[in-house]
């Protein structure tokens, strides 16, 4: 039996993407596939959601691309042009499960230097009733140790909580470390999942 639900925050709960901010900039697909795939790529931005200093990593990265210094300053000076808001009907949601009576929790990767403006534009994360930040622990999804932080800290039972993400390999990682997991597709997918793992109506008029 499902008690407790943790959810992702980007893309999940935020709507985030770095299409939004460099798009814009580079005018030009190609350019900016490039940019975002190869400069700024996941495994450089990784080290920021572990908690390396955004500073650090964009001035190294600005050394090794010094034909990209403006846009790789972008990420740090105007990160949350990537963040287009909440997606759309999710807190609606989550406050749904919390008056049912389900803890609300999170585990997000995110950068220290940006999430307590994310705290503040974003009052979806004020329903959580506790969460783990992987820049604040120096560990990030889907090393199994995040999860199991989590699991430890608030003191949850991992058989009865359900984890959901938008990342396929985050997902296996909440399974190995035990949890139940979905993987997020949209709001109205999530919500009939829900409908059946954890056998509710939720805001939907044709099971109302």
Do not use: H
Not at 26 to 46: G, Q
Not at 110 to 129: D, I, K, Q, S, Y
Request: hydrophobic letters at 40%; aromatic letters at 14%.
């Amino acid at each position: 039996m499902i008690k407790t639900i943790v959810f992702d925050f980007g893309n999940v709960l935020i709507d985030w993407s770095p299409y939004y901010l460099y798009s814009p900039y580079f005018r030009n697909e190609e350019t900016c596939r490039y940019f975002v795939e190869n400069v700024i790529d996941r495994k450089w931005f990784t080290q920021i959601d572990k908690g390396r200093p955004m500073d650090v990593c964009t001035a190294e990265l600005t050394d090794a691309y010094p034909e990209y210094a403006q846009p790789i300053s972008f990420f740090r000076d105007r990160w949350f042009e990537m963040c287009r808001g909440q997606i759309e009907g999710m807190q609606e949601l989550v406050e749904e499960l919390k008056g049912r009576g389900y803890g609300i929790y999170g585990l997000s990767n995110w950068p220290a230097e940006t999430f307590p403006g994310a705290l503040e534009r974003f009052p979806v994360l004020g329903l959580m009733e506790g969460y783990v930040v992987s820049s604040y622990v120096n560990l990030v999804k889907p090393d199994i140790a995040i999860y199991k932080l989590l699991i430890e800290r608030f003191g949850l039972n991992p058989s009865e909580s359900l984890f959901i993400d938008d990342r396929e390999e985050n997902v296996e990682g909440a399974r190995k470390a035990g949890m139940k997991s979905l993987r997020f597709d949209g709001v109205e997918a999530l919500k009939d999942s829900l409908q059946t793992i954890l056998e509710l109506g939720i805001n939907r008029p044709e099971l109302s």
